[in-house]
């Protein structure tokens, strides 16, 4: 019996530290672990104790791609414990600063990090003596989405105007001015960035996912929905763990979560396009529709075609906004805080952030719950790898290894936020 | 261009931005300060336009806090490892060949490596570091005079 062992010790151009075991016997992949060694980082336990104001700064720290992401949650779930709503303007700028959030993060993700895999290169580096151009291109997008971050929120990386009720401060029009030229100015880009994408080669893979996501009756999601699947879920945000679960597994540091009835299932781009194509703007639908992308794709390696879409929908959301944008008297409506547990759950860059707080009469923290959409797509990751792998057992190591690599990055893992990655070991036998 | 890199509330990696404030109405015509807390990839495209860049970063502690390290990047890759740890940030060596892949890296690149001591979230600059930073300053001004043919600062 021949056995064979595939070794991925640390994977490049994802956040944080993990790795890859595949086992081959018999032609067959008997087993593909992502393995999470990155220590867990506690930030649930170091919440406890701490006042309801300072949890939106300190969830921030969780991630520096995605700070907002975890600002919201935050702020939301205060907000539901304490029977508070935001709404106009100000919460027109939580969903500005997301779309921030969402241009930088998918910028930086389909250019730099994903495009050299279908390009055979090893990194953005040696791609942009080939594709200069789309580099110096993405990166006036990347630095576009970090400006909204930078002037609503105080600074790019781990903004500090975030808070429940609202801001400490709102910009004035103004100010939101030079935002608005500069996201016409890269406007062009996302639409050609995903021509550009589409074009690629990719991998035959159709994979029957349970998609995930958010959905308001009204808008693409951000901060605001259902919580829905493609095979029947529709709860509140409330009920997540009615539906969900998260398992702790030996081979990594973050927990896996699952639906109780059916195990993996997956969020991100593909699972909000999917489940909410009908609320994109008809100038997206319209681009998916030109580049040949259905209303629903199952190929993850075509996650960075909507990837793309996303970004452009993000920077139209925002010209939106920002022309529709009346400075409110108040940076924050007034917060009271009382005994009781709340929930926030918002569409991060990678999929679903889900946060439990549970406060006591003076907004402290007295236990607190983050389920970021890494570990939540960790099974539907190692589906995808069992899958990919299958198809090609027969092949070199390395080209297994590379199309692994591949197969994770289409999730743009963070690891670091689901630790709360990569070695590739290939077991043959 | 003076690009003082690092975050002024982790104790010495605040170096940076501490010594472009000492310049501070000290840069001669034709050239500018910048303080960034680490993001290259978003001065990149910046670079097109930049003839000489002058970096002052903090470095690791090797046992002399406020040393610094004369890096000449004009040519070819730092001397620095270049290790993937983190996809979202990419660091100085990266964005230096990145800017050299794209064709618009600045024609010359001096890096000044201040060894720092004490990286402490919340605290200052370590008292050897900040004794450091005023002769830190007139070498990056120094360097800013070199690229701009100018004589060095009489105070150097």
Redesign the interface.
């Known amino acids: 019996m021949a056995t064979k062992t595939i070794k991925v010790e640390y994977l490049?151009?994802?956040?944080?530290?993990g790795a890859l075991d595949l086992s081959i016997a018999n032609g067959e992949v008997t087993n593909a672990q992502l393995r999470i060694f990155e220590p867990p980082r506690f930030f649930e336990a170091f919440l406890r104790g701490r006042s309801y104001a300072e949890v939106p700064d300190i969830v921030a720290r969780i991630c520096?791609?995605c700070p907002i992401a975890y600002q919201m949650g935050a702020v939301h779930a205060a907000e539901n414990a304490f029977g508070i709503k935001v709404e106009g303007q100000l919460r027109a700028l939580r969903r500005l600063i997301y779309c921030g959030e969402w241009i930088e993060s998918h910028g930086?993700h389909v250019v730099?990090?994903h495009a050299p895999d279908f390009l055979g290169f090893d990194?953005?580096?040696?791609m942009?003596?080939q594709h200069?151009e789309v580099?110096?291109k993405a990166?006036?997008l990347?630095?576009a989405g970090?400006e909204i971050l930078r002037v609503l929120g105080g600074?790019?990386?781990h903004p500090v105007s975030v808070r429940p009720g609202g801001f400490h401060r709102v910009p004035t029009k103004a100010e939101l001015a030079p935002l608005a030229e500069q996201l016409k100015a890269v406007r062009d880009t996302a639409v050609e960035l995903t021509h550009w994408v589409a074009g690629f080669d990719f991998p035959d893979l159709e994979q029957d996912y349970e998609f995930v996501a958010l959905r308001h009756e009204d808008e693409y999601p951000f901060n605001e929905g259902r919580l829905v699947s493609n095979k029947g879920i529709d709860i509140d945000i409330a009920e997540f763990d009615s539906s969900f679960e998260e398992r702790h597994m030996a081979h990594s540091t973050a927990l896996h979560a699952a639906i109780k009835a059916r195990g993996a299932y997956l969020v991100g781009p593909m699972a909000r396009y999917a489940l909410n194509f009908d609320k994109l703007p008809p100038t997206v639908q319209a681009l998916a529709q030109e580049v040949g992308l259905g209303p629903v794709c199952r190929n993850p390696f075509k996650s960075i075609i909507v990837r793309s879409l996303e970004i452009l929908f993000a920077v139209d959301e925002a010209l939106r906004l920002i022309a529709a944008y009346e400075r409110p008297a108040e940076a924050f409506v007034p917060v009271k805080p009382r005994a009781g547990v709340g929930y926030g759950c918002t569409e991060a860059p990678r999929g679903i952030c889900w946060h439990r707080y549970e406060f006591d009469a003076e907004g402290t923290v007295m236990d607190a719950r983050i389920i970021p959409p890494t570990s939540q797509n960790q099974p539907s990751i190692e589906a995808d790898l069992k899958s990919v792998a299958s198809g090609m057992v027969e092949e070199a190591d390395e080209a297994i290894k590379y199309r692994c690599e591949q197969t994770i990055r289409n999730y743009d893992p963070?690891i670091?936020c689901s630790a709360h990655f990569l070695n590739l070991n290939i077991k043959r036998s | 261009m003076v690009l003082g890199v690092g975050n002024p509330d982790r104790g010495d990696d605040g170096v940076g931005p501490a010594v472009l404030d000492r310049l501070r109405g000290r840069l001669p015509a034709g050239a500018e300060g910048q303080v960034s807390?680490g993001?290259f990839?978003?001065l990149?495209?910046d670079w097109a336009e930049v003839e000489g860049l002058v970096v002052v970063d903090a470095a690791a502690a090797l046992g002399t806090p406020g040393r610094v390290h004369r890096i000449d990047a004009t040519s070819g890759d730092m001397p620095l490892p270049r290790q993937?740890?983190?996809?979202?940030?990419?660091g100085l060596p990266?964005a230096i060949?990145?800017a050299r892949?794209?064709?618009?890296a600045p024609g010359q690149i001096v890096v000044l490596a201040v060894e720092g001591e004490d990286f402490a979230t919340g605290a200052g600059l370590s008292p050897m570091v900040a004794a450091a930073v005023d002769g830190i300053a007139v070498k990056a001004l120094d360097e800013v005079l070199a690229l701009l043919g100018l004589e060095a600062s009489a105070d150097a």
């Not at chain 1, 490049?12 to 530290?17: D, Y």
């Not at chain 2, 993937?84 to 990419?90: G, I, L, N, T």
């Not at chain 2, 892949?101 to 618009?104: D, N």
């Open positions: 490049a151009r994802v956040e944080g530290e520096g791609i930086l730099m990090l990194d953005a580096i040696q942009a003596s200069g580099v110096k990166l006036a990347k630095k970090n600074r790019e990386i963070c670091s | 807390g993001d990839l978003n990149i495209n993937p740890a983190s996809s979202h940030a990419f990266e060949a990145l892949s794209l064709g618009q």
